[in-house]
């Protein structure tokens, strides 16, 4: 079992910056990849961000590309997300994920954590 806990997450003023983490812990040693995701309300959960583990291949969503980066280190287990440039529409609880086996699934998902862009 793995365990993820994010972290980082509160209220920014439009143009700000925030990064998020997500710890894993348990039985990591067959991480292949980890991903951060977001769900604004009333909409539904959408992909923002992954990195893969060994080769530290990164992916994103075309709405933040530019701004936000994934990064991580194996070491701690821990997966980040500099986001910058918030914008109101960044406004979402935001998940982080991890990926044992290379598949199109998350088999882990974190508890959340909310980010709210406003003035």
């Known amino acids: 079992q793995v365990q993820l806990v994010e972290s980082g997450g509160g209220l920014v003023q439009p143009g700000g910056s925030l990064r998020l983490s997500c710890a894993a812990s348990g039985s990591t040693s067959r991480i292949r990849r980890m991903g951060w995701y977001r769900q604004a309300p009333g909409k539904e959960r959408e992909f923002v961000a992954s990195?893969?583990?060994?080769?530290?291949?990164?992916y994103y969503a075309d709405s933040v590309k530019g701004r936000f980066t994934v990064s991580r280190d194996n070491n701690k287990n821990t997966v980040y997300l500099q986001m910058n440039s918030l914008k109101p529409e960044d406004t979402a609880v935001y998940y982080c994920?991890?990926?044992?086996?290379?598949?199109?699934?998350?088999?882990?998902w974190g508890q959340g954590t909310q980010v709210t862009v406003s003035s």
């Open positions: 994920a991890l990926d044992e086996y290379g598949g199109s699934v998350y088999e882990y």
């Open positions: 990195i893969s583990w060994n080769g530290g291949n990164t």
